[in-house]
């Protein structure tokens, strides 16, 4: 059984995802939240296995929520659904520790993958923010005509660390994060960047002077 926290400042959207989550056989939703405030109370008393969580919220916002319940090691992991898909905004989701991201307007269907797959370890990006987040790669472009890739400090942080030659659990002790959360950056900056594997990242810091 996944045990989930819904966190969404929206009465109609909360009681719409709990009766979507609950009504699997394998999903549970233990708890609800109006604001990210409540939603890190709820995880260090409830620890769920998932936090479904909105950004835009009042007292506390979820990329600081999200920060929050990362740095306190509280053993959840994070997928963001919003309605947002800024490059802004995913990568402050994704740099505060959050292992997914999805957009609202996601088939129900595809939500619930998500949900199963951050379980599983995963890291679901929904195509659209992914894409936006490849179009970053090309905003701007270097002095020798390369595109420029914004990579976010703590992406940079784990990318040197791969580049040193750590495993991502070794990372992961390094930086005060999760083993998932290692992963999900990677996750982002493989697309990014443009590569497949951990080598062709390396190299690829190396060539840019990381």
Do not use: C
């Not at 919220?57 to 990362?70: H, K, N, Q, W």
């Not at 950056?185 to 594997?197: A, E, K």
Request: aromatic share 2%; hydrophobic share 50%; no cysteine.
């Amino acid at each position: 059984m996944i045990r989930i926290v819904v966190a969404d400042d929206h009465g109609v959207v909360r009681r719409g995802l709990t009766g979507l989550l609950d009504n699997e056989p394998d999903l549970d939703v233990v708890g609800v939240a109006e604001d990210g405030a409540v939603a890190v109370r709820l995880v260090r008393d409830l620890r769920p296995d998932v936090v479904l969580m909105d950004l835009q919220m009042p007292v506390l916002d979820g990329v600081e929520a999200t920060r929050t319940i990362v740095a306190e090691g509280l053993g959840a992991d994070v997928l963001v659904l919003t309605s947002f898909s800024d490059i802004a905004r995913i990568t402050a989701a994704l740099d505060a520790g959050a292992v997914g991201y999805q957009l609202k307007d996601a088939e129900p269907a595809d939500l619930l993958a998500a949900v199963r797959a951050v379980a599983r370890g995963e890291s679901p990006l929904d195509p659209r923010a992914a894409r936006v987040l490849l179009r970053g790669r090309s905003e701007a472009s270097t002095a020798a005509g390369e595109p420029h890739v914004a990579l976010s400090p703590r992406e940079v942080e784990v990318l040197r660390l791969v580049v040193d030659g750590l495993l991502n659990k070794q990372i992961a002790q390094r930086l005060g994060i999760t083993e998932r959360t290692v992963k999900a950056h990677l996750t982002s900056v493989f697309q990014r960047i443009g590569v497949s594997d951990r080598t062709q990242a390396a190299l690829w810091a190396q060539r840019h002077d990381l």
